[in-house]
């Protein structure tokens, strides 16, 4: 659309202002900075990787590029990738759990600790949804669930199902990269051994191709509701399509890469780090 | 974070009772509820400002384009005028096509006249402001925008091809897709006639 008001303006206005989205990012940054002021040590860079996860959230869902999302397939599919493998990727890497804890209201926390009842339930469900292979299925099985031809109408052309949609992929993208990532310092998430974390890493790279290929390679124009509603400038629909069937086979596809590298990284400093003690405690004896 | 298997479950309600909602006895699909009653501030082929209350009492129908547009404009517009001819001829006067240009630079009031004339006395033309225009198309979730201009300053527009159908008092029914013949337009036109 044409408009006189200065891009940045027109950027940072949030297409459709969420309370929930807006409230959310803002209380996450506020609990995490409130932790670190208290004193809970992240150091620097891990401090960096949280907030730009938050802000990334923040980006694609409450400002133009949200318009861009819903008049753009291949947009959507790369708000869906900052908000199902990026942005919570670097959030769970951050590990933020003590420093978000820490920044916690002492009134809350007491009222938490006595609830042993709630917390019991809590935790219960928090770890029958993580099992290894439940939590791989909801990730790939949401992918494939929204973009279902019928469902991906309904979802782009109601308002509410479209917040439904992007909170879905935004939670599950957080359990999932936090059980992938989660370190021995973390006491309730389920610790996989670094096999099994490649393992699942591997097995849903492969129907993430299968899906961002079918797109890619596809002759037909799968999803009408963008021409149903229009798009934000005019582009030919196949090449909107093949543009976000690359989106969803490539970059989603190597964020499983990026993570199993890390977890490399981890299973050889931990092994270096236990040769280093091992050969301490020799030296001692 | 709340309780994912609680989210799961709202979720696959809300689906599925979104999906129950779809009536099986329309050709178009269902959107009573989903999306707000006709209403708009717009500019009719004389100029004169109009609002929803001028094209009161009648069943309406939506149309989002532009009159340079080379393929789904005329189609659509032929395709809902035949959709009008095919009612019985006493109730073709109760329906009405609102066609809304969404390219006012090019559109003026007398192309706009013509353009709709040709589709039949049911077609009216109107476009209005950007801002209008802007409030309208995100009141129904749809949207346009402008190609780059060739050396003749000509220029592509995407927009909605949907057709948003309302009854007679205004309430909306029904989405009519590209893919409906003519005569399962007609269809859905007698059942909306009815109330």
Redesign the interface.
Known sequence: MIDNTPFLLTFFTPWEFSWLVSGSCAAAVVLYLRGLSRGADAGFARSLVFLLGVVLMYLVTQTHFDYWSQYMFFVHRGQHLVLHHLAPFLIALAAPGAVLAAGMPEAIKRWYARQSGLRRILTAAYRFIQQPFLASILFVGLIAFWLTPEIHFDAMLSERLYWIMNWSMALDGLLFWWLMLADTRDRITPQLSYGVRMLLLAAIMVPQIIIGARLAFSKQVIFDVYAVCGRAWPISPLTDQQLGGLITWIPAAMMSVVAALILLRRLLHSQSGNRAAAQETLCNE | ?????L?LA??SF??FT?ACQQSAEWHGKD?SG?MPDLQFELVNDRGESVNEADYAGKVSLLF?GFTYCPDICPTTLAQLAAAIRNLPEDVQQQVQVLFISVDPARDNGERLSQYAGAFGEQVAGLSGS?EQL?TL?RRY???????EADENGDY???????VFAFDNTGRVRL?I??DLSAAQIADDLQKLLKG
């Open positions: 974070m709340k309780n994912p298997i989210r709202i979720l809300t689906l979104a959107i989903l989002f950007q802007q198309t979730r749809v949207t346009y925008g402008y190609g592509n527009v995407s927009h909605s091809s949907a989405l897709r590209e």
